[in-house]
């Protein structure tokens, strides 16, 4: 069993950058492949990246790519997400998560261990 605690979010500008944080604790980190996801208010929760426990493959949903990076650093046991250009849509909660295997990484489902998110919201 894994716990994760996100941190790292706040209210930023339409435009601005902001970098998630997702700290690990219990079962080896380096043995998860991770996910962020994010919700917004009246929303379901949507996928947004993922990475492989190696850090070998990354997936990302069409509206970050290119704009959102994920990475990990298994000796810290922390898993990043840098938001860039951030657009008042991107607001909502994000979540990190953690899976055993590397498939359906796009399904909320298929992830075992959550935690309990932190808030960002962009103002235009």
């Known amino acids: 069993q894994v716990r994760l605690v996100e941190s790292g979010g706040e209210l930023v500008q339409a435009g601005d950058s902001l970098k998630l944080f997702c700290v690990a604790s219990?079962?080896?980190?380096?043995?998860?492949?991770m996910g962020w996801f994010r919700q917004a208010p009246g929303k379901e929760r949507d996928f947004v990246a993922a990475i492989t426990s190696s850090s070998r493959n990354t997936w990302y949903a069409d509206s970050v790519k290119g704009r959102f990076t994920i990475s990990r650093d298994n000796a810290k046991n922390t898993l990043y997400l840098q938001l860039n250009s951030l657009k008042p849509e991107d607001t909502g909660v994000y979540y990190c998560?953690?899976?055993?295997?590397?498939?359906?990484?796009?399904?909320?489902?298929?992830?075992?261990?959550w935690g309990q998110g932190t808030q960002v919201t962009v103002s235009s």
């Open positions: 219990g079962s080896a980190f380096s043995n998860y492949h």
């Open positions: 998560a953690a899976k055993d295997r590397w498939d359906r990484v796009v399904d909320q489902f298929e992830y075992a261990y």
